[in-house]
């Protein structure tokens, strides 16, 4: 489910090199986008159906809460 897939999602990413994007913190308890506009164009789709920025935002809240 979606926390399953954010983990993969960061851990393929720090794989493949795009910490750039987005990336662990450093404590490794939370994670940062550093580049909202290539996230949500290049990553997004790899791993979830919406492609917009605000709704993943909206599923990590709802996760948590």
Do not use: M
């Amino acid at each position: 489910l979606f926390p399953d897939l954010l983990h993969n999602l960061l851990e393929d990413c720090e794989s493949n090199k795009e910490v750039n994007i987005v990336s662990w913190s450093p404590q490794g308890n939370s994670f940062k986008v550093h580049n909202k506009e290539v996230f949500t164009q290049i990553i997004l789709p790899r791993y979830f159906r919406q492609s917009k920025y605000k709704s993943f935002a909206r599923q990590c809240k709802n996760s948590v809460d």
